[in-house]
């Protein structure tokens, strides 16, 4: 299906457990980005990437690791899970600057127990 | 730094009747402004954007805003509210890096609630 996908929709991790959250793009959109929602903070960037094997922080970036080996795909994963990371998480995609707007997945709920 | 500010977490209004979501901008030129509406369990939809030009923007789902850069404002309306219109919606303004790469800030988000 053609847009933007994140795997899982809903995941339960125990705290000191590696996640991986997964988000693929059909588009080939240049740039990708993850955000965390959080109630009264709404989103907060977490890292961004500008195109393959580019990537760089954003607001909230301690404790997550990202990588960007292709264009369409752009994982997030927590090193080593901590309650505080308890969020939806949502991954979104523009093509190549934000004036165009992001494009955004359905998200996935993370809880971290 | 670019920010935005909503100032009602959430409000209620009667289905039928008109609307108005606030969103404050800091920033020093001509911004980047957008709103965005998510339904609960969805991911985030764009409604409208402002870049320049007319400072009244239609948007989908009969949404429009307006940019007012005397009052740092581009809030949201709709004449007439329908049920399915309850949702969150986040206000964002685009924020320039310093390597020239433009990434959006939102807003906190207010809740709008549809009474019958």
């Known amino acids: 299906d053609a847009g933007i996908t994140q795997s899982p929709r809903y995941k339960i991790t125990e705290t000191g457990r590696q996640v991986t959250l997964m988000c693929h793009q059909t588009w080939s959109h240049s740039y990708m980005f993850w955000y965390r929602q959080d109630l009264g903070h709404g989103l907060r960037l977490i890292y961004y990437?500008?195109?393959?094997?580019?990537?760089d922080k954003g607001e909230v970036p301690d404790g997550y690791v990202v990588s960007r080996s292709k264009t369409e795909n752009f994982p997030l994963t927590l090193e080593s899970a901590t309650r505080s990371q308890t969020s939806v998480y949502f991954c979104?995609?523009?093509?190549?600057?934000?004036?165009?707007?992001?494009?955004f997945g359905s998200g996935t709920r993370l809880t971290v127990v | 730094a670019q920010s935005v500010t909503q100032p009602d977490i959430h409000i209620t209004v009667s289905e039928g009747a008109s609307l108005e979501l606030r969103c404050n901008y800091s920033?020093?030129?001509?911004?980047?402004l957008f709103w965005y509406v998510q339904s609960p369990g969805q991911g985030l939809q764009l409604l409208l954007k402002?870049?320049?030009?007319?400072?009244l923007v239609q948007g989908i789902k009969g949404f429009e805003a307006e940019f007012k850069r005397s009052q740092s404002s581009f809030n949201l309306r709709k004449p007439s509210v329908h049920w399915s219109d309850a949702a969150e919606y986040f206000c964002?303004?685009?924020?320039?890096?310093?390597?020239?790469?433009?990434?959006?800030?939102f807003g906190t988000g207010t809740r709008l609630l549809v009474s019958p």
């Open positions: 979104a995609s523009s093509e190549s600057d934000s004036i165009y707007g992001y494009t």
């Open positions: 990437s500008a195109a393959a094997d580019i990537t």
């Open positions: 920033y020093g030129a001509t911004p980047y």
């Open positions: 964002a303004v685009a924020r320039l890096m310093n390597t020239g790469f433009q990434k959006l800030v």
């Open positions: 402002y870049f320049s030009g007319d400072t």
